[in-house]
Nanobody, 117 residues
Framework: QVQLVESGGGLVQAGGSLRLSCAAS????????MGWYRQAPGKQRELVAT???????NYADSVKGRFTISKDNAKNTVNLLMNSLKPEDTAVYYC???????????WGQGTQVTVSS
């Protein structure tokens, strides 16, 4: 059972930056996708950004140009650099890992990001 441990959330003013990190407890050798989802109060969980083990990235339109996802395959970590934060970015951010073989999804416990106006 892979464990995902997140760090880096917190409180920041609008226009500021935060960096989230997520470490997987073991190295995944098969093709996989790691990334971040978020859930604001009263809203559904939504995709923020993902990156495949091959390095292909995908971003939600709302964060394109502001957020950057990166991955350290040797350390099995995924990072999310969030710039120009807006109050609407306030949410609990969840680390996500999808392993294709065998197929399994893993979620972190979530880390709070609060952006004040």
């Amino acid at each position: 059972q892979v464990q995902l441990v997140e760090s880096g959330g917190g409180l920041v003013q609008a226009g500021g930056s935060l960096r989230l990190s997520c470490a997987a407890s073991e190295i995944i050798f098969s093709f996989n996708v790691m990334g971040w989802y978020r859930q604001a109060p009263g809203k559904q969980r939504e995709l923020v950004a993902t990156i495949t083990s091959g390095g292909t990235t995908n971003y939600a339109d709302s964060v394109k140009g502001r957020f950057t996802i990166s991955k350290d395959n040797a350390k099995n970590t995924v990072n999310l650099l969030m710039n120009s934060l807006k109050p609407e970015d306030t949410a609990v951010y969840y680390c996500y890992l999808l392993v294709l073989v065998p197929h399994h999804e893993y979620w972190g416990q979530g880390t709070q990001v609060t952006v004040s106006s």
